[in-house]
């Protein structure tokens, strides 16, 4: 069974600090795909990012990364220099090779004080 | 196309009422899906469509649940004799056929039984 964990509930930091919200996963399949989904107090949920289990490499886009390490079935995301935008719900989620079976975390509270 | 719809945004029924909502989905998106979040948790998979045919059902998915998507357009979720319960976010979700450019959500439906 495919299963994603997210150890902290909730996160507070003061405005331009940096985060990590931690990601560890497990399934059984050789090839799998990882995400990262935003959901603002609105309610929507917006894609972040998607990895494929075969792509290690770390990925920067602006104030975000995302560190992938297939030795710790870790997919941990940073944010740099935060924001008050960036207070949310973060979810990871774990999908089977065809987009199938996608499982999400509990989620990380991120609040980002002023 | 704006994105995946969802109505209503807000249902308040008595238990035992029967409710359905509905979904539009991004229209080149042949997948659909529907989640159910209660508060303080990730997502949890409910069905999914593949254009017409439903090709997945969670064991969460009860016989008072029924998900229809005739056209393979818009698809609507109804819950017969509602309970206490079943409040909680139903969320609609559209994707390509691979899915693996992840999910675009709708903003949801909030059903609160009373």
């Known amino acids: 069974a495919q299963k994603v964990t997210q150890a902290q509930t909730e996160i507070s930091v003061v405005e331009k600090e940096d985060v990590t919200l931690d990601c560890v996963y497990e399934?059984?399949?050789?090839?799998?795909?990882l995400f990262w989904y935003k959901q603002p107090p609105s309610g929507e949920l917006v894609f972040l990012i998607r990895r494929n289990s075969f792509d290690e490499q770390n990925e920067i886009s602006g104030r975000y990364s995302w560190n992938f390490q297939k030795s710790t079935s870790s997919f941990n995301f940073t944010i740099t220099a935060s924001q008050v935008v960036d207070s949310a719900v973060y979810f990871c989620a774990l999908s089977q090779k065809d987009g199938q079976n996608f499982v999400f975390g509990p989620g990380t509270r991120l609040s980002v004080l002023p | 196309d704006t994105g995946v719809s969802q109505d209503p945004r807000h249902k308040i029924t008595k238990r035992g009422q029967n409710v359905t909502f509905r979904c539009d989905p991004i229209?080149?998106?042949?997948?659909l899906y529907w989640y159910r979040q209660t508060l303080g948790q990730g997502p949890e998979f409910l069905t999914y469509?593949?254009?017409?045919?439903?090709?997945?059902k969670s064991r969460l998915l009860s016989d008072r649940f029924s998900a229809e998507r005739p056209k393979g357009s818009f698809s609507t979720l109804e819950i017969q004799r509602t309970e206490q319960g079943d409040s909680a976010m139903y969320l609609c979700?559209?994707?390509?056929?691979?899915?693996?450019?992840?999910?675009?959500f709708g903003s949801g439906t909030r059903l609160t039984v009373v």
């Open positions: 469509f593949q254009n017409e045919a439903q090709l997945e």
């Open positions: 979700a559209s994707s390509l056929e691979t899915g693996l450019d992840g999910y675009t």
């Open positions: 229209s080149e998106h042949n997948r």
């Open positions: 399934t059984r399949d050789t090839t799998y795909y």
